[in-house]
């Protein structure tokens, strides 16, 4: 990794952060109607799961072509959802997804691809 890029990302950040913290810190946030206020608070999950499975799914080839990697990842994020949904707790699904993961992997079920 080049060290550039955290400087790339420290700018990023501060370009892009304002921009987005405006309409969450502005006063009246709070007058918005409920649906918007729970759209709101669903950003970052819904953010992080399309992250999530755009790097569990998606993989390059060594000739730089992208396909769609089936594997024991996904179950791990599935895991992941059901602990969430149950527990109501982002960082015990993402453990426990982290988990099944590490845990196919080192028993040699889940090869990296």
């Known amino acids: 990794m080049n060290i550039g890029f955290a400087g790339l990302a420290v700018l990023m950040a501060a370009v892009t952060y304002p921009s987005r913290a405006v309409a969450l810190l502005a006063p009246g946030i709070d007058r ?3 649906w918007a206020l729970a759209y709101l608070r ?3 999950p819904a953010v992080l799961a399309a992250l999530a499975a755009v790097n569990v799914l998606v993989v390059a080839g060594a ?8 594997g024991l990842e996904p179950a791990a994020v599935a895991v992941g959802v059901a ?3 149950w527990r109501r ?3 015990l699904g993402i453990l426990a997804a982290v988990i099944v993961t590490a845990v196919t992997r080192a028993a040699g ?3 990296l691809p």
């Open 89 to 91: 707790n982002l960082f």
């Open 83 to 85: 602990i969430v949904a």
């Open 32 to 34: 918005l109607p409920g």
């Open 63 to 70: 000739d730089g072509r992208t396909s769609i990697h089936i």
């Open 42 to 44: 669903l950003v970052g």
């Open 109 to 111: 079920l889940s090869p």
